[in-house]
């Protein structure tokens, strides 16, 4: 079965320090794989997505995530962290059955 | 180009009353879906359609949730008689029929019963 997980329920990092999200995926044949973020009272809003080719993938808001076949991982990354990056941030899998396989979430906190 | 539209964005109710959630998707998307987010369970599915017609509604919790999609541009989610533990953030998302699209998400509705 299709899975997603994201290990670390919370993370905390300074303003201005570099932040990675880690992601895990289960799933047999190519993934297609999505960030999503979510601001406190806000939808999930698309980050940035893979399907093929180019395994470095960029997004909105400075944010670029690398598709690693080998660790069955989609991590995402910013060089510097901004205050308004505070959110909750998904990792998804689209497998071809509709509809998303969403991990459970990592809840980023930025301190000054 | 508007997004998903969900209304009310905040209800506040009492338990046992009819609870009506409205959706509309984006215009030309065929399929839509329901999510319930709470601080325990997280995210989770409890139905979608594609092109109007329920395809998975195994996520509902049970009878007292009902959802219908009677043309392509709205849709409801009816929670009766309501509950405390229905007390959640739904949101509604809608995607094209393209493979590989993503979903779009509403703003949600927060749901509160008392």
């Known amino acids: 079965a299709q899975s997603v997980t994201q290990p670390d329920i919370h993370i905390t990092v300074s303003e201005g320090a570099s932040l990675e999200l880690r992601c895990n995926y289960s799933?047999?044949?190519?993934?297609?794989l999505f960030w999503y973020v979510q601001s406190p009272g806000q939808g999930l809003q698309l980050l940035l997505k893979?399907?093929?080719?180019?395994?470095l993938v960029q997004g909105i808001k400075g944010f670029e995530a690398e598709f690693k076949r080998s660790q069955s991982s989609f991590n995402l990354r910013k060089p510097s962290v901004h205050w308004s990056d505070a959110a909750e941030y998904f990792c998804a899998l689209y497998s071809g059955n509709t509809p998303l396989v969403f991990g459970k979430g990592t809840r980023l906190s930025v301190i000054a | 180009d508007a997004g998903v539209i969900q209304s009310p964005r905040h209800e506040v109710t009492e338990m046992g009353q009819e609870v009506t959630l409205r959706c509309k998707p984006i215009?030309?998307?065929?399929?839509l879906f329901w999510y319930r987010q709470t601080m325990m369970r997280g995210l989770e599915l409890l139905i979608y359609f594609n092109n109007n017609v329920p395809i998975d509604d195994s996520g509902m919790p049970e009878d007292r949730f009902s959802a219908k999609m009677p043309n392509a541009s709205f849709s409801t989610l009816k929670i009766q008689p309501s509950e405390p533990r229905d007390s959640a953030v739904y949101f509604c998302?809608?995607?094209?029929?393209?493979?590989?699209?993503?979903?779009?998400f509403g703003d949600g509705t927060r749901l509160s019963i008392l």
């Open positions: 998302a809608s995607r094209e029929g393209t493979v590989r699209q993503p979903q779009h």
């Open positions: 215009s030309g998307h065929d399929y």
């Open positions: 799933y047999g044949a190519t993934p297609y």
């Open positions: 893979y399907f093929s080719g180019d395994t």
